[in-house]
Every structure is written in C-alpha cells, then in structure tokens.
C-alpha cells in the first residue's frame, strides 16, 4: 500500500503567519531595547554612529564596479536609513551631509539638470528617511519609557503592600520597630518608627523622626553613659547592639526597655541602626522576685543545715545532762525504799530532797531545751527598730532582777534604726545583762556598761562587766549548748542561755564574739550591718 500524505490542514495553514509574526515579534522585543539605549546615548555617539556610516558607503561605493554615475547616490541610502534608525536624526543627518559632500566632491559633480533632478531626489528621499528613523526612535522611547513607568508602578505598588503589611506586623508587636540613625556630628533621628512607639517611648513617631533628642532626653541618667559608650562600640566595630536601659514614661513613670539593633554603614558615613525595643518592666519585675526567691531559699536551706547541726549538738548535750539527775533518781528512788522498809526518816528526808532538786534540774533543763528550740526554729520576722529604744525595753523588763542586785547598768547607744526581730534581739540583751549579773565577783556590787558606736555602715553593740571574767582559751567554748565553766553551786544555771545569744545572732547574720581575762571581766561584742 503506497503512503498517503495528507495536506496541511486550514489550521496548520493559518498557524504559519502567526508563528512568522511571533519570530519578527521576538526579533523587535530583542532589537528594540538596544535601539533606545543607542539613542539615548551621549551626542558624541551618535555623531560617531553617523561617520561610521557614512564611511561605509563610501569604501561599498568604491568597492561597486561599473559606472560611477549609476551607484552614486544608491550606495548612500542604506548607511542613511542605518543610521537614522540607530542613532536618530542626529546620527542620519551627518551620514547624509557627509555622504552629499563626499558624492560632489570626490565622485560625480552636479554638471547639468539631470544631475541636479537626482541630487535634489537624493536629498529629499533620505530626508525622509530621516524623519521616519528618528519617529521610530521616539516611539520605541515613548515604549520604552511607558514600560519602565508601568514596572515602576507596579513596584510601588507592591512596596506600598508590603510597607503596609510591615506596619500591620509591627503594629501588632508589643515592641517597636525603628530605625535610629547617628551622623557624623552626632545629630540623630529616626527615619522610621512604627506606630506603637506611643505606647513604648510616649512620644509621637513626628516628634522624634527628624530630631530624636526628646527621647534619648527621657533615658535615665544612671544608663546614659553606659548606652552611649554601647552605640559608640557597635558603630566602630559594626556589631550586634543589645542593652537594657531605664527610661522616663510620660504616663508609666520609670520603666525599663530593652533593645536590640543591627547597625549598617551609610555612604556619607553614619550609621543607622535597625532594630527593636520592647518593655521588659514585668519581666525583670518577675526575675528579680525570682532571683530573690531563690537566695531566699539557698539562705534557708543554709540556716536549716546550721540548724540541723546545732541540734544534732544540742541533743548529744542535752542528753548527757539530762542523764545526771535521771541517774541521781533512780539512784535514790532505791534508797528512799530502804529508808521507808526500815523506817528511818533521816535517810527518808535526804532522799526525797536529793530527788526533788534532781527533778527540779531536769525540768530546768527541758524547759530550756523547749526554749532553745523555739529560738532555733521560730520564723524571723524582721522589722525595723531603733536601737536605743530597745535596749531601754529590755532593760526595763529585767528591771526586777538589776534591783534586786544593785547593778550599776549605764547605756551608750546611738539612736539608729537597726533591723532586728524585736522578740528574739529583747532574749539578746536579757541573757547578756542577766549574764553579766549572775558573774559578778563576790561582795561586790556588778557594774555593766553597754555601749554602741556606728563606723563603716557597721553597728558595734558590746555588754560589758567586770565580774569573774574566764580564760581566753574559752571564747568560743563558752557559747556551745550547756558549756560551763564554773560549778552549779557557785552560779546555778543550766549552760544554755549564751547558746540561744550565739544561736539569735547567726540567724539574723551578725557576729557575736567575747574576749576576758580571769578576774577582770568580760566583754560580748554584737557586730550587725545597718539597713542602708
């Protein structure tokens, strides 16, 4: 079976002229661009395309064979319409006058009618020429121009959403985005500002865009030099800006902002920064009630070992002094049963006393175990005091005992606000005055004195006496739980109240010390840091 070939279709047809069309389309959409870079190009360019031109029709023209008359006006229409059509009027003029001269000059003079018909022809038809090439060099301009404007439009347009869709992220930010700009002289601005600014800074963005003193007015003296020196920093070696500052609200008072800005070099040599301030007042707020929290806890979990320690002391202690008068009952309890078998009532009576001055010893030493443990375990409640007022207090409650003994008690303090819990400073001074009363030297009347002085920020608080006094190897001993260092019948007591002195003053973070000399006296030394 022979091969048909079936004829083009209509459509197949029809689609030749368009793909044509689409080809001369492309050439012109390629061609034209350059066209209206030539002409728009410096004079001297289309001065230059015009010589150019017309020198290459003189070397075609002397390149044709035959007679000179025939080709002598032919030869030249092609270098004028070239250079109409790239350079425009300018560039087709110069080829034409160039060609015109060269032509009467060099190659065929103007001799009679004929020649002047054809000369006159030349001139008119390139003229012509001339006219269309540069209408087609503005028309490709007006195109040209038309397009750029229509892109410029359409990017502004697409600016224009994306400043607004900027604005509307910003707006919506609980911060500020701006943009702060510094010359050379030091004048700033802020080129550009979001609108939130109001509620951040409490100036309007018009107020501080072309002068941004009234703000930078409004940042805390304390924080002034320290943002200066970070700006300065960050222009000159063009890193990353990040501060916290304080800052004058209008309407919130003192707040604290943070920034954080990428600065960029510009060519007259500023520097803007890019970047974005928020109020972080709650959040250091927050961090500073954390902060104090956890010191809180780290001083309560230190105070808790301290604690812990004492008592696990004071119950070794304790237990080894709660043992004698156990012992001494026990013991006698088994005597005053042989008394009572065999009806002596001398034995009877001296057991019963033995055993009751042993009861009596250990309640003493329960009650101030009890009394010790509450010292150690009640919660401070701080409060700011005057001193002298509560010494005077304190003194007035052991005003009993100091007349009973006669004590000669003078007070030297100054009127100072110290902080203290008053229940716990008031056992203070009871247990060191009523010290330094029951070890007083033998007939002979205890003189204290209690004087206070102020130096460095620092309270110097000291009781002193000149009673028995004790050895200095014994400072630091005489303040351990039930440590004694003289007999109970000579100075009856159970060993525990310079413990609970010893015990008040770490807990409040003071220093309690003692110094003495045997039958000279002693001194107790409070040191405590006054509230600024």
């Given at each position: 079976m022979?091969s048909?070939k079936a004829?083009?279709?209509?459509?197949?047809?029809?689609?030749?002229?368009?793909?044509e069309h689409?080809r001369?389309?492309?050439?012109?959409?390629?061609l034209?661009p350059?066209?209206?870079?030539?002409?728009r190009?410096?004079?001297?360019?289309?001065?230059?395309?015009?010589?150019?031109?017309?020198a290459?029709?003189?070397?075609?023209?002397?390149?044709?064979?035959g007679e000179?008359?025939?080709?002598?006006y032919?030869?030249f229409?092609?270098?004028?319409?070239?250079?109409?059509?790239?350079g425009?009027?300018?560039?087709?003029?110069?080829?034409?006058?160039?060609?015109?001269a060269?032509a009467?000059l060099w190659?065929?003079?103007i001799?009679?009618?004929?020649?002047a018909?054809?000369?006159?022809?030349?001139?008119?038809?390139?003229?012509?020429?001339?006219?269309?090439?540069?209408a087609?060099q503005?028309?490709?301009?007006h195109?040209d121009?038309?397009?750029?404007r229509?892109?410029?439009?359409?990017?502004?347009?697409?600016?224009?959403?994306?400043?607004?869709?900027?604005?509307?992220v910003a707006?919506a930010a609980?911060?500020?985005?701006?943009?702060?700009?510094?010359?050379?002289?030091?004048?700033?601005?802020?080129?550009y500002?979001a609108?939130?600014v109001?509620?951040?800074?409490?100036?309007?963005?018009?107020e501080?865009c072309d002068?941004?003193a009234?703000?930078?007015r409004r940042?805390d003296?304390?924080d002034?030099?320290?943002?200066r020196a970070s700006?300065?920093r960050?222009?000159?070696q063009?890193?990353?800006?990040?501060?916290?500052?304080r800052?004058?609200?209008?309407?919130?008072?003192?707040?604290?902002?943070?920034?954080?800005?990428?600065?960029?070099?510009q060519?007259?040599?500023?520097?803007?920064?890019?970047?974005?301030?928020?109020?972080?007042?709650?959040?250091?707020?927050?961090?500073?009630?954390?902060?104090?929290?956890?010191?809180?806890?780290?001083?309560?979990?230190v105070?808790?070992?301290?604690?812990?320690?004492?008592?696990?002391?004071?119950?070794?202690?304790?237990?080894?002094?709660?043992?004698?008068?156990?012992?001494?009952?026990?013991?006698?309890?088994?005597?005053?049963d042989a008394a009572?078998?065999s009806s002596?009532?001398?034995?009877?009576?001296?057991?019963?006393?033995?055993?009751?001055?042993?009861?009596?010893?250990?309640?003493?030493?329960?009650?101030?175990l009890?009394?010790?443990?509450?010292?150690?375990?009640?919660?401070?409640?701080?409060q700011?005091?005057?001193?002298?007022?509560e010494?005077?207090?304190?003194?007035?409650?052991?005003?009993?005992l100091?007349?009973?003994?006669?004590?000669?008690?003078?007070?030297d303090?100054?009127?100072?606000?110290f902080?203290?819990?008053?229940p716990?400073f008031?056992?203070l001074?009871?247990n060191?005055?009523?010290?330094a009363?029951?070890f007083?030297r033998?007939?002979?009347t205890?003189?204290i004195?209690?004087?206070?002085?102020?130096?460095?920020?620092?309270?110097?608080?000291?009781?002193?006496?000149?009673?028995v006094?004790?050895?200095?190897?014994?400072?630091?001993?005489?303040?351990?739980?039930?440590?004694?260092?003289?007999?109970k019948?000579?100075?009856?007591?159970t060993?525990i109240g310079?413990?609970?002195?010893?015990?008040?003053?770490d807990?409040?973070g003071?220093?309690?010390?003692?110094?003495?000399?045997?039958l000279?006296?002693?001194?107790f030394?409070l040191?405590m840091?006054?509230?600024?």
């Open positions: 022979s048909l004829p083009p279709s209509p459509a197949a047809s029809s689609d030749l002229p368009h793909a689409g001369i389309r492309t050439i012109f959409a390629t034209a350059q066209l209206v870079r030539w002409y190009s410096p004079l001297s360019w289309r001065i230059a395309i015009g010589v150019l031109a017309a290459a029709g003189v070397v075609w023209r002397l390149l044709i064979a000179s008359g025939g080709h002598t032919v030869t229409y092609l270098p004028v319409l070239v250079a109409s059509f790239t425009g009027a300018v560039s087709g003029a110069l080829t034409l006058l160039i060609s015109a060269v009467q190659l065929a003079r001799e009679g009618l004929e020649d018909l054809a000369f006159a022809t030349f001139l008119t038809t390139n003229s012509l020429i001339i006219v269309v090439g540069e087609f503005r028309t490709l301009t195109v121009n038309l397009e750029t229509h892109a410029m439009e359409r990017l502004a347009a697409q600016n224009a959403r994306l400043v607004e869709q900027f604005g509307n707006l609980p911060g500020v985005v701006f943009s702060f700009r510094l010359d050379t002289g030091g004048f700033s601005s802020c080129p500002l609108e939130n109001r509620n951040v800074f409490g100036v309007a963005p018009e501080i002068n941004a009234p703000m930078l940042i003296g304390a002034n030099e320290r943002m700006f300065a960050s222009a000159a063009m890193t990353l800006l990040r501060e916290q500052f800052y004058d609200h209008p309407s919130k008072g003192t707040i604290w902002l943070e920034t954080q800005a990428q600065p960029v070099r060519a007259d040599g500023s520097t803007i920064w890019h970047g974005y301030a928020q109020d972080v007042t709650e959040r250091r707020r927050e961090e500073a009630a954390r902060l104090t929290a956890e010191r809180a806890l780290e001083q309560r979990i105070e808790l070992e301290r604690v812990n320690e004492r008592l696990a002391r004071f119950a070794y202690v304790a237990s080894h002094d709660l043992q004698e008068p156990l012992r001494k009952i026990v013991a006698f309890s088994q005597m005053l009572v078998a002596d009532q001398k034995d009877i009576s001296y057991a019963s006393e033995v055993m009751r001055g042993s009861a009596l010893r250990a309640r003493e030493l329960v009650e101030d009890l009394v010790y443990s509450r010292v150690v375990e009640a919660p401070l409640k701080v700011r005091r005057d001193l002298r007022v010494i005077q207090s304190a003194l007035t409650d052991l005003s009993e100091i007349e009973e003994s006669g004590a000669d008690v003078s007070l303090a100054p009127c100072v606000e902080e203290a819990d008053p716990q008031a056992r001074m009871h060191l005055v009523s010290n009363i029951k007083r033998q007939g002979e205890p003189r004195a209690i004087h206070g002085h102020v130096e460095d920020s620092l309270l110097r608080l000291s009781v002193s006496d000149d009673g006094g004790f050895e200095a190897k014994y400072a630091s001993a005489i303040f351990e739980p039930f440590k004694r260092l003289h007999s019948a000579e100075y009856p007591g060993g310079l413990a609970i002195c010893k015990t008040i003053a807990r409040h003071w220093t309690l010390t003692a110094r003495s000399q045997p000279q006296g002693a001194t030394e040191t840091r006054l509230p600024s």
